[in-house]
């Protein structure tokens, strides 16, 4: 199980943009196109992460916000982060049985 969460950027990235985040950081990243929630009109580029490597959600999070300090004119109007497991789910642990017992 990974960490789920979305970065907006506030434009569409360029190829070259797209290989600089994923040498940053952003390998994990699914990169698509989509727009401005506050503005349809406005194309950009939107990051879904499930990252599987970071301890927590916030080293995720902040991983990715770091990489995006790599392209120069990216911000990040646009953070979606869905609801998450508070913690793994635990396996009940196994009862023993005497030897001969049934």
Same mark, same amino acid.
């Given at each position: ?12 990235? /360029? ?21 401005? #929630?506050?503005? &349809? ?13 970071? #301890?927590? @959600?916030? &080293?995720?999070?902040?991983?990715? @916000? !770091? ?11 646009? @953070? ?6 508070? !913690? #793994? &789910?635990?396996? #009940?642990?196994?009862?023993? /049985?005497?030897?001969? &017992? !049934?």
């Amino acid at each position: 199980m990974g960490y789920n969460f979305s970065l907006v950027l506030n434009r569409e990235i /360029t190829d070259s943009e797209s290989e600089t985040l994923k040498q940053s950081g952003c390998s994990q990243a699914a990169f698509t196109t989509d727009s401005l #929630p506050t503005d &349809a009109s406005v194309p950009v580029t939107r990051l879904d992460f499930d990252d599987t490597i970071s #301890p927590t @959600l916030a &080293a995720a999070i902040e991983a990715a @916000l !770091e990489a995006v300090k790599n392209v120069p004119d990216i911000t990040v109007p646009g @953070l979606t982060v869905p609801a998450q497991p508070a !913690e #793994p &789910a635990q396996q #009940p642990e196994p009862v023993a /049985t005497a030897a001969g &017992a !049934e």
